[in-house]
T-cell receptor, first 115, second 115 residues
Framework: AQTVTQSQPEMSVQEAETVTLSCTYD???????LFWYKQPPSRQMILVIR??????QNATENRFSVNFQKAAKSFSLKISDSQLGDAAMYFC????????????FGKGTKLTVNP | GAGVSQSPSNKVTEKGKDVELRCDPI?????LYWYRQRLGQGLEFLIY????????KSGLPSDRFSAERTGESVSTLTIQRTQQEDSAVYLC?????????????FGPGTRLTVL
């Protein structure tokens, strides 16, 4: 079974600075998807960014980018120019290419943005 | 509707009682998922519905948990004889077809407290 590990329970960053959240995963599959979700206090999970394992190019979405290292099974999220609205829980998630459609989540990292 | 909705937002019940949680997916989405989020944890997959196919119930933790879905619309998650360890936020998500690379869109969840 696949597992996702987020080793940083909490992180903090100064407004306008850059922060990187770590995620590692374990799988025997060669094709899969990886995601970062944001969960603000409202509880609603919001997709931040996704990466297809077959793509070598790292995904980017505005201020959010990932560093995908397939051999190392590492998938970190970089937030540039941090804003107060970025404060939330961030979850890394894995999804198989075929077969099970469920998402496998890490335990999350709580990000605090200091003004 | 504009997004996935869930009701009630919060539910407090006594140990041993049955509860029903409701999820209204985004209109036109054929795939629907239930996840459980215990305090300080990531999301755990419970059950997945895709169209008229048999649901994937592999994540249900015990036979006290069951879920139904009427066609491609509303789903109800039922927990019988609730226990204190059932206290959690129950999140519902929907996607267009359930096949990658669909994005799962989440509702705000129902916070269940079992006294």
């Amino acid at each position: 079974a696949q597992t996702v590990t987020q080793s940083q329970p909490e992180m903090s960053v100064q407004e306008a600075e850059t922060v990187t959240l770590s995620c590692t995963y374990d799988t025997s599959e060669s094709d899969y998807y990886l995601f970062w979700y944001k969960q603000p206090p409202s509880r609603q999970m919001i997709l931040v960014i996704r990466q297809e394992a077959y793509k070598q190019q790292n995904a980017t979405e505005n201020r959010f980018s990932v560093n995908f290292q397939k051999a190392a099974k590492s998938f970190s999220l970089k937030i540039s120019d941090s804003q107060l609205g970025d404060a939330a829980m961030y979850f890394c998630a894995y999804r198989s290419w075929g077969g099970s459609e469920k998402l496998v989540f890490g335990k999350g990292t709580k990000l605090t943005v200091n003004p | 509707g504009a997004g996935v909705s869930q009701s009630p937002s919060n539910k407090v019940t006594e140990k041993g009682k049955d509860v029903e949680l409701r999820c209204d997916p985004i209109s036109g989405h054929t795939a629907l998922y239930w996840y459980r989020q215990r305090l300080g944890q990531g999301l755990e997959f419970l059950i997945y519905f895709q169209g008229n196919s048999a649901p994937d119930k592999s994540g249900l933790p015990s036979d006290r948990f069951s879920a139904e879905r009427t066609g491609e619309s509303v789903s109800t998650l039922t927990i019988q004889r609730t226990q204190q360890e059932d206290s959690a936020v129950y999140l519902c998500a929907s996607s267009t077809s359930g096949r990658v690379p669909d994005t799962q869109y989440f509702g705000p969840g129902t916070r269940l407290t079992v006294l």
